[in-house]
């Protein structure tokens, strides 16, 4: 399956927070290096994510903003 | 300036390509890894967004989706 | 592969309008129901979108809203 | 009142989680599909969602990516 | 027709820039305090968003950052 | 710090609801004027948000919507 979101981005899962609705998922994408994600507690369970497995996260390009010291 | 968004992803601006509303910035977070960012053309002249600039990719955890094997 | 994105809409191209950095993409996902997406440009060219081919709208529970008469 | 949003997709309610902060809507909007949603509590309170009732998916069309096999 | 987003601000169009498949809209929601949204050409089009016509600005509240000084 | 988002509105929080992943912020940016943000409750915390605290909601252009009556 390809797909059109332009940035997907490999990394292991570090930790996982529960909610009733929604989990963070935080993903080591490079040493010292941390993605956070949102998604349902579903989605959480469907894939099997949990500390250790390997991800990738995925963005849409049109949901990245630029920052500039 | 301290922003709720929790992923801020340090890169160096590799191209620009420009239309009459939006531009796409490709920026090189790490060695052969690059993170695309669509934003207004507003924004890419405000912030003096060209190759070779030094930026932060941000992302809201919740436009982080997630994708297994 | 696997992704936490909860909508996957299988459906079929019906046109693709052009502008230099994205493209305004409209699927048919059931007949007279139409999904609009707008990607980028180079996505389109990447996946080969154009009028006929069979795709899947992907969209994260989090950008769906509801409303209701 | 006429939205912006490109994507209104008419169903019903099929089932809600309810979260201290957000709750999971899932709606069928076809026989066997469904498109599932993520807004605030308050929201589903004051439109007063619950299975059974009428709604409209939403979706702004840059919201919507595409993928394919 | 109620809408789960919670932001709906009113305002007044200042300007309208053409893209061939967005548009940027820029609304003045208070003497001052002005509001941009990129939108699709057809919804532009549809809507008959032009200088002076009043809107409102909607927007989901998990699209929605804060900043801190 | 600038930031690409076209969208950074002063105002103050009102009251903040805590769920296990996610918080609503309710601001009030203008006398009777509110903007409802949900973020993560690691974002609230690392950020000192309670009621009474100065921020500002930021919006990237291509999630606001429009509406017209």
């Known amino acids: 399956m390809k797909v059109s979101a332009r940035n997907l981005i490999p990394g292991k899962v570090v930790s996982v927070t529960k ?5 963070e998922v ?10 956070v994600s949102v998604i349902t507690r579903t989605s959480v369970e469907n894939l099997g994510i949990e500390p250790g497995v390997e991800v990738r996260a ?12």
Chains 1, 2, 3, 4, 5, 6 share one sequence.
Do not use: I
């Not at 995925?58 to 010291?69: F, N």
């Open 58 to 69: 995925m963005v849409k390009a049109s949901s990245v903003m630029l920052t500039r010291e």
């Open 19 to 23: 909610g009733d609705v929604n989990c």
């Open 26 to 35: 935080v993903v080591e994408v490079a040493p010292g290096v941390e993605v």
